[in-house]
């Protein structure tokens, strides 16, 4: 494909990489004379009515933490898609780099990633496949979702068999592994693995470990791996990360909000290290932590073999922290300004009545 020109605009310059459906290729639009990325669908057979549907889903969406469409057509019976170019890495990438990055810029990335979430499922669609791999850092820091190519709309006819399992058993949630009917609530759950990956530095286990052992983030980690992690980010992470939909954030905004507050309580705690903001205010493991594991490890439908457990009487529901340091340092200076206040007051309330005349 190198060399050739799509429609007499678009030339190809160079591959860019390999998603599960095509390839997608760097390429110069002629035309407006600017780069795009253009990803074509080579094995059509098949795929062809899902490779479709991504194309009607991605031109129907305008934000700023979205991979923009241009164009879409097809060449020599091959469909693509004509893309805005953008210069960065994934998350992935960068992972792989530095495992453990700055808890402020960690924030940064999963508010943008939740500002993402939030707009498509506003417009009724499930990603289905959120993953680092499907998650762009540009070389400003802006994050961008992309690769809605198992993603489901309202009203969207599945295009799988029954029971046939789609997604990445690494950041995929029970219900997904089951088989069983599936609402946005999916997509919080596989943001809560990204983050909880994030955080600790290292994937958590395998689907299938996680649904044999009931396994829940470890707070324990978490706070070993960032003692100065804020109570509200842990408090996202545990309720993003529960078994059971129902249990989750009921609104992606709620979950938003809850990263902003995060965010701040994170650049207040540390503002050296904070980097420039960006994503919201106006806008491998080593071999000591175990082998690597892929993010494209092959998944089976999954069954609970434990019977449901409630959780202990107080704990379902932990409180959101919603105090940082600095309003606790708020409280304190008020209270010890009423503290002086009243010592003042006091003493020239003694003085005058000391000074007064005696009568008789």
């Known amino acids: 494909m190198i060399g050739k020109v799509l429609l007499d605009r678009y030339r190809i310059e160079s591959r860019l990489g390999k998603g599960g459906m095509g390839e997608v290729f760097l390429a110069v639009d002629q035309k407006l004379e600017r780069k795009v990325a253009i990803k074509m669908m080579l094995n059509p057979q098949g795929r062809k009515d899902r490779f479709m549907r991504e194309m009607r889903i991605i031109s129907q969406l305008s934000h700023p933490r979205m991979v923009a469409v241009h164009d879409f057509d097809a060449y020599e019976g091959l469909p693509f898609i004509v893309m805005?170019?953008?210069?960065?890495?994934?998350?992935?990438?960068?992972?792989?780099?530095?495992?453990?990055?700055?808890?402020?810029?960690?924030?940064?990335?999963?508010?943008?990633?939740?500002?993402?979430?939030?707009?498509?499922?506003?417009?009724?669609?499930?990603?289905r496949d959120l993953k680092p791999s499907n998650i762009m850092i540009t070389d400003h820091e802006q994050v961008k979702i992309m690769d809605f190519g198992i993603s489901k709309g309202e009203g969207m006819q599945t295009l799988t068999a029954a029971k046939a399992i789609l997604g990445t058993p690494m950041y995929m949630s029970p219900e997904v592994a089951m088989g069983e009917e599936i609402d946005f609530r999916a997509d919080l759950y596989a943001f809560g693995m990204i983050l909880y990956e994030m955080l600790i530095g290292r994937p958590a286990p395998s689907i299938k470990e996680r649904m044999e052992k009931r396994w829940a983030p470890s707070r324990k980690i978490l706070h070993e791996r960032r003692p100065e992690l804020p109570d509200v980010v842990e408090q996202i992470v545990l309720r993003c990360l529960r078994e059971f939909p129902e249990e989750r954030y009921e609104k992606t905004g709620r979950l938003r909000r809850e990263l902003q507050t995060g965010l701040i309580e994170t650049m207040q705690s540390s503002p050296v290290d904070a980097p420039t903001r960006i994503s919201y205010m106006p806008s491998p493991p080593s071999a000591s932590e175990g082998p690597t594991r892929s993010e494209e490890t092959p998944t089976e439908v999954l069954t609970r073999n434990h019977p449901t457990q409630e959780p202990p009487a107080g704990k379902r529901d932990a409180p959101q922290a919603t105090l940082g340091r600095e309003a606790v340092r708020s409280r304190s200076r008020t209270l010890l300004f009423l503290l002086v206040t009243l010592g003042v007051t006091l003493t020239v309330a003694l003085s005058a009545f000391l000074l007064l005349p005696r009568c008789g």
């Open 84 to 127: 805005e170019y953008v210069p960065g890495e994934t998350l992935r990438d960068k992972l792989k780099k530095e495992r453990l990055r700055p808890l402020s810029q960690v924030m940064e990335y999963a508010l943008g990633i939740c500002e993402g979430l939030e707009y498509i499922h506003e417009q009724g669609i499930i990603h």
